[in-house]
């Protein structure tokens, strides 16, 4: 008898076994299973890219904690669970509070789409946490925070501050692929629990 390995989405979104949630989800079993995987490959499997365990749960903590919600609290407790990870998870902490904001900002190509154009502050992390951090993990934030805020205003030139803190391309392209796929994540609980809220009648 084998047992299933618990679906971190189910989680997040509170997603009880044999619920008419859990059915509904069950009706997409690839779909289910892919979000799954995906999970498993930027958390749980071996490193290829050079990213710590470490420097991938801060950074699922930031985003996560940058939405709003559960998720933050359940990757917040992976990284404490790391060695020096409670200090870590603090310092993340504060880097959240700092950057909060609304968003998203940026500006569009010169056209229609441009009234609709928002200035937005660019977040910058302090010396003292900085260094605390160290320049890598430190700059790895600070673009985080430009790919959830100031996703308009990507451009090529954005990654030379990462190269130059010592991220690889392969790095950097498992970093873009951990901030899409926690705002996916998120947004995606977010669904699942206002779907049970309609099936209950609030």
């Known amino acids: 008898m084998t047992t ?3 679906d971190v989405l189910d989680r997040l979104a509170g997603v009880a076994a044999g619920s008419a949630l859990d059915t509904l989800r069950r009706e997409r079993p690839q779909t289910r299973d892919n979000v799954q995987a995906s999970y498993v490959a930027l958390f749980e499997a071996p490193d290829e890219t050079g990213i710590a365990q470490s420097e991938r749960l801060a950074v699922a903590s930031f985003v996560a904690l940058l939405h709003g919600g559960p998720a933050a609290e359940y990757y917040l407790g992976l990284l ?3 060695p020096e990870g409670g ?3 603090e310092l993340v902490r ?3 509070e700092r950057g909060a904001t609304k968003g998203p900002y940026g500006a569009y190509p010169p056209g229609p789409l441009s009234r ?3 200035a937005g502050p660019a977040f910058k992390i302090e010396a003292a946490d900085r260094a605390a951090l160290g320049e890598r993990l430190a700059t790895a934030l600070e673009h985080t925070h430009q790919l959830v805020f100031h996703l308009r205003d990507a451009k090529e030139s954005d990654f030379a501050p990462l190269k130059a803190a010592g991220w690889s391309t392969p790095a950097i392209v498992t970093l873009s692929q ?3 796929y926690l705002s996916f994540q998120i947004r995606a609980a977010h669904g699942l629990q206002v779907l049970g809220l309609h099936a209950l009648g609030v």
């Open 178 to 180: 951990i901030v899409a």
């Open 94 to 96: 504060r880097q959240a």
């Open 116 to 118: 609709e154009d928002v």
């Open 4 to 6: 299933e390995a618990p």
């Open 80 to 82: 404490e669970a790391q």
């Open 87 to 89: 200090k870590l998870a």
